[in-house]
């Protein structure tokens, strides 16, 4: 059975642009978190989206948004790319309904020059 | 709101010995679960155990088990014969039933040394 899978593992992009960053849950998950990882710091809570619906949202401004879509995929867009947006860019999958165990993606690693 | 502090930022330990990395959680939440990841270099979190709030006993997965207090509201993670491989950062997490999001510590970087 297939993990979490994330697209583009790697990206650099240039500040001022725009980026979409893509996930697939595991088969039969329908919750998707998304963190962001900075290099040496924790997890930091991005969104949280359960049977296309945004649950929750963390301390984030609004040029990080994103969907779910029906087939529970998700994506990460985040305009007006800054520098400090370089990190480790995270998304997991769970069950519904429930408060089990998230499963990691490899992760997209973007760097802002 | 829910917290999780881990205070140890970095822990070195001994091939074949054995190690504890300490996790402290807040809550009013009755049912939850807790979690430890690992984040070897690679960047993969990789799930090594979970506890079940509810369940008395102490989880046990090979070599890695907790010591779960929960009226201490304590969860600490025991690895034993540790290998090199368990060189990694381990984040202790948090979800409960009703706010269903995972609360992660800051991590703790553990570094086996042969």
């Known amino acids: 059975e297939a993990g979490v899978t994330q697209s583009p593992t790697h990206l650099i992009k240039t500040r001022g642009q725009q980026v979409t960053l893509r996930c697939s849950p595991i088969?039969?998950?329908?919750?998707v978190y998304w963190y962001q990882q900075a290099l040496g710091l924790g997890l930091q809570f991005l969104l949280w989206y359960d049977e296309g619906e945004e649950r929750n949202r963390g301390n984030f401004p609004p040029r990080f948004s994103g969907r779910q879509f029906p087939n529970y995929s998700s994506e990460l867009n985040v305009n007006a790319l800054e520098l400090e947006d370089s990190a480790l860019y995270l998304c997991?999958?769970?069950?519904?309904?429930?408060?089990?165990?998230?499963?990691f993606g490899q992760g997209t690693r973007l760097t802002v020059v | 709101a829910q917290t999780v502090t881990q205070s140890q930022p970095e822990m070195s330990v001994q091939e074949a010995e054995t190690v504890t990395l300490s996790c402290t959680y807040d809550t009013s939440e009755s049912n939850y679960y807790l979690f430890w990841y690992k984040q070897p270099p690679s960047r993969q979190m990789i799930l090594v155990i979970r506890q079940e709030a509810y369940k008395q006993q102490n989880a046990t997965e090979n070599r890695f088990s907790v010591n779960f207090q929960k009226a201490a509201k304590s969860f600490s993670l025991k690895i034993s014969d540790s290998q090199l491989g368990d060189t990694a950062m381990y984040f202790c997490a948090f979800r409960g039933s009703t706010l269903g999001r995972l609360y992660f510590g800051r991590g703790t970087q553990l570094t086996v040394w042969p």
């Open positions: 997991a999958s769970s069950l519904s309904g429930s408060y089990t165990e998230a499963f």
């Open positions: 088969s039969g998950h329908t919750s």
